[in-house]
């Protein structure tokens, strides 16, 4: 699910705003400082993913699709300064003072190939 501000918004509060769609019981974030692949149009953009644990996730997840193949108990809150795209990451670089965009998103850290967490 992607949270759009309509003006820029500080890393705590699109947190908080991630959060107000999760459940309560977030365990303690670990965060990840992203970056496009070496295939995107914009290979200097930039983004800071952000990663929870939830057990009530894990049962919801469980619960509505028994075959859910990432952790089910991962949720992953990734910011952007700019805008995203699937196939080209993050259009600009990251500015925790200016987030334009939280995806969020069930299942563990984009991490590729190279062992880099990707945007």
Known sequence: MDIYFSGKTTEQQAL???ATI???DLGQPAAFDGVNTSESRT??????QVMYDSAALAAAVKSA?????AD?????VTLYSG?????DGSDSVYRPTSINLASV?????NR???GAVHC
């Open 16 to 18: 908080a705003a991630a």
């Open 22 to 24: 999760l459940p309560t």
């Open 43 to 48: 290979p200097a953009g930039t983004c800071r």
């Open 65 to 69: 699709n028994p075959t859910w193949s």
């Open 72 to 76: 089910p108990r991962k949720v992953s």
């Open 83 to 87: 805008h995203a795209s699937a196939s």
């Open 105 to 109: 998103d069930i299942g563990a850290e």
């Open 112 to 114: 590729g190939g190279d």
